[in-house]
């Protein structure tokens, strides 16, 4: 009979070093790290419109839009993420290479794998970034946009959007309706 392998633990630095050199995506927390599984079309389709529209939107400003492969660092909660897209306006962030931390917005397009843990476990760890403003959840099946705003208290506040408002972001004046979200979904 074999004994169990152990489990490796990593520091975080020693996770975004290692991770940037793999052939596939992983995220990483407390230690651990999980692989991530490839994504459906219309998820990547959601996420390059709304990707593509912040890009339009921000251009010229201070702030940036990154999509699926840039990593958002969460120091308190020891975790590395992969956010479909984020947004940033920090200049340390606009220098760094490998993961940002201090996003301001962050969006998750949701899969039935994912969604129980980016509404609950992954926004619990998000909601320790003091930089965060809003944090959007987009169901591409449901066609359906949730926006949770933080308040001048900290405390979050959700802004669901299941008629034709569609995705707008306070912070960083941004609106896009429905149809631009989901376009060729």
């Known amino acids: 009979m074999g004994l169990p392998q152990r489990q490796v633990v990593m520091a975080t630095e020693e996770f975004i070093k290692w991770e940037s050199r793999q052939p596939d995506k992983h995220e990483f927390v407390a230690g651990e790290v999980f692989a991530m599984g ?36 969460v120091k308190t909660a020891e975790a590395v993420f992969y956010p ?12 760094a290479d490998l993961a ?31 930089s965060l403003q809003e944090y959007a959840l987009i169901d591409p099946d449901a066609r359906r946009v949730e926006v949770f705003r933080r308040q001048d208290t900290g405390d979050w506040l959700l802004m669901a959007s299941e008629s034709d408002q569609g995705l707008i972001l306070k912070s960083i004046e941004f609106a896009a309706s429905l149809d631009a979200v989901f376009e060729d979904v």
């Open 38 to 73: 490839g994504a459906r079309r219309v998820h990547v389709a959601v996420t390059l419109n709304v990707a593509t529209k912040f890009k339009e939107h921000l251009r010229g400003g201070p702030c940036r839009a990154f999509m699926a492969d840039m990593k958002v660092e």
């Open 84 to 95: 479909d897209v984020l947004v940033t306006c920090h200049p340390d962030d606009l220098k």
């Open 100 to 130: 940002m931390r201090h996003p301001k917005v962050i969006i998750e397009v949701l899969s039935d794998s994912t969604a129980a843990y980016d509404r609950g476990g992954k926004f619990a760890m998000y909601r320790q970034l003091e």
